[in-house]
């Protein structure tokens, strides 16, 4: 039990330590699991059968805007934590319902874009290519989804019962957790569509 | 789906065995509810979070599991144990080499290895319990749910049958229509989503929990091989998670991620597969690696020789073994470049491997060596281990591989790896830290029957399959010609497979008669042993150590002991904080498992509502604010006083 009064809130509890180191290696786990996906994908990506390339469905537009929402929802994430941090409730909660939002905002883009995908005739089903480009996104959506309901959860724990040791530290591994996917995201961009616009 | 196409009909001996399964699950509902135990069951075991408990539940399981892979084994080895034998049909015989595979890597080896781990390792570094009891016991569910879905596909719906490595495009849904391969791809990822979460559990344990004064070279090997192992877990698993998900969206969703046709590719699959295949190999043995280590330093009564380079061999080990899966595969297509350079990683494991075999060796030198069963069987693992790892070497070329590649030599070769270096550590393992799980001995008479009967019949069972496979038997054969000239080979192995089954059975039995009549008088020390799972009592108490201890050197036990220094003053005891019982884990495992068999059948309709219960059993997880509850004392005084005649 480290309790000196420069260790933050979320860091007091032994516990919390670990569940912050656990959660690390969780994300280390992560690493390793987009990264197979991404491998894949470089593998099957010129596997199209005859069906759509990349080029072919890719709306610049659309994934500007759908990154612009993931890379701000970062920071107003970040800004929440800095909010914990001055054991401000109203901030911290004002900024994760703006992380939340814009999260929203990018699953929203994110389901449009596959909508797009398959009215030009590119489904899972239609080739190597699609079948990893879908799983490779779905995946990062997917995730994006488990954490806009989590989030959610949390809040409810923090209106309920202020920024304790222990909300804090799962608001904390939260946007550990969030600031992931914007990693994973940037990733996506470069090495999905921007690689498959210009090659 | 008619009814008949539900249940697997047709052979006679799965009917019985869904009769037997049927009554037996009758049976124990029965016996359970007329001794009033359901109670008991759900506090004591099903509920808990207690790692002792977690760990023993698993080794049951395994337990188990050893008898239904050893089954499959040994139906094996009667179809094969003459020419043109019609015991099995190639259908039958297909699912049950499958089946025989999975289970004994991942519901036999896995559970075992990590039941001991769930025991030893908290206790060994002086910890309470893991980093995270909760997803301890989850882990344990969610292995348990994937166990018991994959078992009962034999019975329901039909099993895999493409080979526990299940090769695309075979194991796609072109050429492999049933749902037997949807148990395979389903019951995987919900073990190894438990698996994952056990790794992630220890690397935070061993990094966290530690005894103060216990830095890294002053922790048990055991500690070190499970830490290191954890750490390929976490690094290996997700890539197996991704491979069964493309498979699953293959089979259940038409995509084609390793179809031949619309530009799949079964090799990704291949690479896919032993990217996490061969990393598994060292997770199952490097903690056994630990076990033997533990269990000759106690009975050779020295320190382990060359604690360091152990330490150092594991990590190499550990590092070597994600970069040499395309030896799985020399033959299929890989350019000599990419052979050699993967010969070459596979031959350099040959090293930190021979290190430590001839440090175990140096520990025996000069030792006062005590022949006990677990001795034993560390004792017979270093020769048989050894002809397992030089045919490895073997294989490894690649060049020569051309010869070996997928025949009975291969096979012989795995299991001279595997059973020595698994089979043999858990037997080790369980007779050693029996007493601290029970508080009592196994028989060390039975005992050496089980041993000499196991380690006879093993050699005997597996050296015959070295010699028909350099003669050209390819694996998975159901049958073969007469003129093949293999019979008499095959016929002395099917000897060997028994005389292996009654070593087996001599375990149970010697499980059986210990509960009845051994001695509960072992003490804490019964082996005059090295580390700090023999500091507190046997069995050990719920809470572990009523004092956490200090430590300042490795075997800090022995040396402790040594000056009479492991004494408790009452006044050290402060009250121990332990974490509650939950009933999430269970529940959430359960749900998991109605969810995975949905989709087994692909009732997609039923999935989506029987997921609903993982989201209730999440939500529950997240608003549950359970502290845990605090031993007074008082108590852990009356407990101490009960086997401690050194409380001051």
């Known amino acids: 039990m480290t309790s000196h009064t420069t260790t933050p809130l979320e860091y007091k509890t032994q516990q919390s330590q670990m569940n912050i180191l656990g959660f690390w290696i969780f994300l280390g786990a992560e690493i390793v699991l987009f990264s197979t996906l991404f491998a894949s994908y470089f593998v099957l990506e010129h596997n199209i059968a005859g069906g759509p390339a990349g080029g072919d469905i890719f709306v610049l537009k659309d994934v500007l805007i759908e990154t612009f929402l993931l890379l701000t929802s970062s920071f107003t994430s970040g800004l929440a934590i800095h909010a914990m941090r001055n054991h401000d409730k109203k901030g911290l909660l004002i900024w994760m319902i703006a992380t939340l939002l814009l999260g929203a905002g990018f699953l929203y883009m994110e389901i449009n874009e596959f909508l797009h995908f398959i009215h030009e005739g590119a489904t899972i089903q239609t080739s190597g290519f699609t079948a990893a480009l879908f799983t490779l996104l779905g995946t990062h959506g997917a995730h994006v989804t488990f954490g806009i309901v989590w989030i959610s959860l949390l809040l409810v724990q923090l209106v309920r019962r202020g920024i304790t040791e222990k909300t804090s530290s799962k608001l904390f591994i939260a946007s550990l957790y969030w600031h992931f996917l914007d990693v994973v995201w940037i990733f996506i961009f470069t090495f999905v569509y921007l690689k498959g616009m210009v090659m | ?648």
């Open chain 2, 1 to 648: 789906m008619s009814l008949d196409e539900f249940f697997v009909t047709g052979d006679p001996m799965i009917f019985a065995s869904q009769i037997a399964i049927g009554l037996t699950m009758v049976g124990l509902i029965a016996l359970i509810t007329y001794l009033k135990r359901w109670k008991w069951l759900w506090s004591e075991w099903f509920t808990t979070v207690d790692h002792k408990k977690i760990g023993i539940m698993y080794i049951l399981a395994g337990v188990l599991m050893f008898f239904r892979g050893g089954v499959d084994g040994l139906l094996m080895k009667a179809q094969t144990s003459r020419p043109e034998m019609g015991i099995l049909d190639a259908q039958h015989y297909d699912e049950i080499f499958t089946t025989h595979g999975v289970i004994m890597i991942l519901f036999m080896a896995m559970p075992l290895l990590i039941g001991i781990m769930n025991v030893v390792v908290p206790l060994q570094i002086g910890a309470r319990d893991v980093a995270f009891p909760k997803l301890n016991a989850l882990s344990f569910w969610l292995f348990f749910v994937a166990a018991m879905l994959f078992n009962i596909s034999f019975v329901i719906g039909g099993s895999p049958d493409a080979g526990w490595t299940s090769y695309f495009p075979l194991a796609g849904k072109e050429f492999t229509p049933g749902v037997g391969n949807n148990y395979y791809a389903i019951s995987l990822q919900i073990a190894g989503i438990g698996t994952l979460a056990t790794g992630i559990n220890f690397v935070v344990t061993i990094i966290k929990m530690r005894a103060p004064g216990m830095s890294w070279m002053k922790m048990p090997i055991f500690v070190w091989t499970t830490f290191i192992t954890s750490i390929i877990i976490v690094a290996a698993f997700p890539i197996f998670t991704v491979a069964l998900l493309y498979m699953t969206l293959d089979r259940l969703f038409g995509t084609h991620f390793f179809t031949v046709a619309a530009g799949g590719d079964p090799m990704l699959w291949l690479n896919l597969f032993w990217l996490w295949g061969h990393p598994e190999v060292y997770i199952v043995v490097l903690p056994a690696f630990g076990m033997f280590s533990e269990v000759i330093a106690t009975f050779a009564r020295k320190n382990l020789y060359g604690y360091k380079s152990m330490v150092y061999a594991v990590a190499g080990i550990a590092f070597l073994s994600m970069l040499v899966w395309v030896h799985h595969f020399y033959t299929m297509g890989n350019s000599a470049t990419v052979n050699s350079i993967f010969s070459l990683t596979t031959m350099m494991i040959a090293i930190p491997t021979g290190v430590k075999i001839f440090n175990w060796l140096f520990t025996l030198r000069k030792g006062r060596i005590e022949f006990s069963t677990s001795m034993l069987w560390a004792l017979a693992f270093i020769p048989c281990f050894t002809i397992g790892g030089v045919t490895g070497v073997m294989l490894a070329m690649a060049a020569a591989d051309y010869q070996y590649h997928n025949t009975m030599f291969l096979v012989a070769h795995f299991h001279y790896v595997l059973i020595p270096g698994v089979v043999f550590a858990v037997f080790a393992g369980l007779y050693y830290w029996w007493p601290k799980m029970f508080g009592f001995k196994l028989n060390e008479k039975i005992g050496k029957w089980h041993f000499w009967l196991f380690v006879i019949g093993f050699n005997l069972t597996f050296m015959p399959m070295f010699f028909v496979g350099l003669d050209g038997m390819s694996r998975r054969m159901y049958t073969y010609a007469e003129s093949t000239g293999w019979g008499a080979w095959l016929g002395f192995s099917a000897v060997g497979s028994l005389i292996m089954a009654a070593g087996f059975a001599a375990l149970v039995y010697n499980i059986y008669w210990s509960f009845r009549y051994a001695s509960r008088k072992v003490g804490n020390d019964p082996w005059n042993a090295r580390t700090l799972e023999w500091a507190t009592a046997s069995p050990a108490p719920h809470y572990n150590f009523a004092k956490v201890p200090e430590v300042d050197r490795l075997d800090d036990f022995w040396y402790k002991k040594k000056k009479g220094e492991t004494g408790l003053k009452k006044s050290d005891l402060k009250p121990v904080h332990m974490p509650s019982n939950s009933w999430t884990p269970i529940v959430l495992a359960a749900a998991f498992g109605v969810v995975g068999f949905f989709l087994v059948f692909e009732w997609f309709t039923l999935a989506i509502i029987a997921s609903v219960g993982i989201v209730v059993g999440l939500v529950a997880n997240t608003f549950d604010y359970d502290d845990g509850y605090h031993i007074p004392v008082d108590e852990l005084e009356e407990e101490e006083r009960e086997w401690r005649g050194d409380l001051k």
